[in-house]
């Protein structure tokens, strides 16, 4: 398993691994979210990955069929208001295949992300996680992340 930036030969395969995630969440919260459409569509992944502040890097097994990804986004606050201007790597989704979870290949990505990250020169990595997806937020933890903010709602 090698760890690549995407490429647009991936685009059908992060796809698929895009319908899983959808599905989880759609499983999960289907008052929020719809279960036949994907976050991205093809034209959106071509913008995404022709995008230097939204690297997206892949884990490719022997054959080069993706077996996971991480999308990630640049983001770099100007400091106005109360807020430092801390320059973060915010990990926008990151998935494996269903079929390959549980032999590390999240760990290979959030390795990979880490010092993506490190080498851009940012103070700190940062993700949200929906509270119905437990298993992502074990992940997480066990990768050493920790609560940054809340969000919380009240259904009307």
């Keep these: 398993m090698t760890v690549r930036n995407a490429e647009e030969k991936d685009i059908d395969r992060l796809l698929e691994l895009l319908t899983q995630v959808q599905a989880i969440h759609a499983q999960g919260r289907p008052d929020l979210f719809e279960g036949t459409h994907t976050k991205y569509r093809p034209d959106d992944l071509r913008a995404i990955l022709r995008d230097e502040g939204r690297p997206v890097f892949v884990a490719a097994d022997q054959d080069d069929v993706v077996q996971g990804y991480a999308f990630c986004i640049l983001q770099q606050p100007d400091g106005s208001g109360n807020l430092q201007p801390r320059k973060a790597l915010y990990i926008d989704d990151l998935c494996v295949d269903q079929a390959r979870r549980g032999e590390h290949i999240g760990q290979m990505l959030y390795a990979h992300v880490r010092e ?41």
């Design 116 to 156: 993506a990250a490190r080498a851009m020169g940012c103070y700190h990595i940062t993700l949200n996680v929906w509270s119905l997806n437990q298993t992502a937020a074990r992940f997480y933890e066990k990768m050493g992340l920790k609560p940054l903010k809340v969000t919380m709602e009240a259904l009307l």
